[in-house]
């Protein structure tokens, strides 16, 4: 598929109502504020500025949802973990993000995206634990972002970590600077993307 070369903007929802009715597989981006969400979904698009990123936190506020042609989207979450955004803002992000995580049947795998630097922070661990806990878990990529920042005996050292502390997660460095990982991360997306979301396996024969 290079669908990843055909990308376009669908539609960004900012209320449960917004959404656009569910159509092909989706993979969704959350991480904490800035760490690079937007910046990952352009570059795994191979498009500068079709993800609006900001070096103040808090940029995407809405999900916004992109179409990989007519077989896919990635869907850039707000960021959480923002402390300037208000205590009404973040129980919004709750009900919106919350609730599209867990009810989207065509949602196929979650991309956390961290800081490379600042990894497995509180608010990251209980976004694992909610997602390894609900009824339907996504398999999760972990990407960590922002690697160009480290040193190689640094990214090692993190990579090594991460994977150890998340051993059923796909863990990979990544920058949207330097390019690391970006052709790994595409090649898991396709992957998961073919798979297709975890409740919608064919039934196994003859139960
Ligand atoms: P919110 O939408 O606020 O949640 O942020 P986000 O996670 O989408 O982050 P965004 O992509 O807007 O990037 C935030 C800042 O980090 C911007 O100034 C980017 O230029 C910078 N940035 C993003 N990715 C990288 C990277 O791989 N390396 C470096 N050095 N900077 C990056
Ligand atoms: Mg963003």
Not at 19 to 41: D, M, Q, T
Not at 167 to 178: C, K
Not at 197 to 204: A, G, L, Q, T
Request: hydrophobic share 45%; net charge positive.
């Amino acid at each position: 598929m290079n669908g990843f070369a055909n990308a376009a903007f669908l539609r960004a929802a900012a209320s449960p109502a917004d959404l656009p009715p569910e159509g092909p597989p989706e993979i969704a981006f959350a991480g904490r504020s800035n760490v690079g969400k937007s910046s990952a979904i352009n570059a795994l698009l191979g498009r500068r500025g079709l993800a609006r990123t900001s070096k103040t936190p808090g940029r995407t506020q809405t999900l916004n949802f992109y179409e990989l042609g007519e077989h896919a989207r990635l869907v850039d979450l707000p960021g959480y973990g923002f402390a300037r955004v208000p205590l009404e803002l973040r129980a919004q992000w709750r009900s919106l993000v919350g609730g599209y995580l867990a009810s989207r049947a065509t949602l196929c795998a979650v991309v956390l995206v961290m800081d490379a630097r600042h990894p497995l922070t509180p608010l990251d661990l209980q976004l694992v634990e909610w997602l390894q806990a609900s009824p339907r878990v996504a398999p999760f990529i972990v990407l960590l972002a922002k690697s160009d920042k480290l040193t190689r005996a640094a990214q090692a050292e993190t990579l090594r970590a991460v994977r150890s502390r998340l051993p059923s997660a796909t863990v990979e460095l990544f920058s949207s600077i330097t390019r690391q990982g970006v052709a790994e991360a595409r090649d898991l997306l396709q992957h998961v993307l073919q798979a297709g979301p975890p409740n919608k396996k064919p039934p196994v024969k003859g139960i």
